[in-house]
């Protein structure tokens, strides 16, 4: 009970608002085992969700991952020009090689064209993941960590986050789809 008043209190302390200015460019490894920017990602909107592969909660990351999927899926059902990519970062560097995100993007049947699962160094991690308020920390052979998703606009700026896996895949895919019919209006920021 004093462990779980000590998380809600550390994940309380760190939940701010999204920043204004763009994501920094991280570099980071794909599934693939290839290096990239994450600025290589522009131009797109993403789906940007925390995840590590030995999550044994299934209302965290396997829910994260199937959240992530039913977005995909209304896109694809949509045939949609809106330019789209899903970035599930791990929060576990130490274990989550290329492989194993490989491994796991498989077990939960994405679509690798659209779907970069990413690893990296623990500090480029932290960093990364502190830019969105997700928070992971090593907690008994596990990663005791929250629940986050963020919609990242082309310009690599923060629009809108999603907490706990309450959201549902159609109000993100209605955000992205009003945020991208009205991107060349001059209109109120539509952070969440």
């Known amino acids: 009970m ?3 008043l000590v998380l809600i209190s550390v994940f309380t302390l760190f939940s701010q608002p999204l920043s ?3 994501i920094n ?3 980071l490894q794909s599934q693939d085992g290839k290096s990239f920017q994450l600025h290589d990602i522009k131009g797109n909107y993403v789906v940007a969700s925390f995840i590590y592969t030995r999550c044994p909660m299934p209302k965290m990351c396997p829910l994260t991952m199937s959240l992530n999927k039913r977005v995909f899926e209304l896109w694809k059902k949509d045939n949609s020009q809106i ?3 899903f970035l599930i970062v791990t929060l576990d560097p130490e274990h989550d090689t290329p492989q194993r995100l490989k491994d796991y993007s498989k077990s939960h049947g994405v679509d690798n064209s659209a779907f970069i699962l990413a690893t990296g160094t623990e500090k480029v991690i932290d960093d990364l993941s502190s830019e969105f308020n997700a928070i992971g920390f090593p907690s008994g052979g ?5 629940s986050k998703t963020v919609l990242i606009g082309p310009d690599m700026t923060a629009l809108k986050d999603y907490k706990d896996n309450e959201w549902k895949p159609q109000d993100v895919w209605s955000d992205i789809q009003r945020l991208y019919n009205n991107r060349d209006k001059k209109s109120p920021s539509s952070r969440g």
């Open 2 to 4: 004093v462990l779980k």
């Open 20 to 22: 204004a200015n763009p």
């Open 25 to 27: 460019n991280y570099s």
């Open 83 to 85: 330019p789209l990519k």
């Open 142 to 146: 596990l990663i005791s960590h929250n």
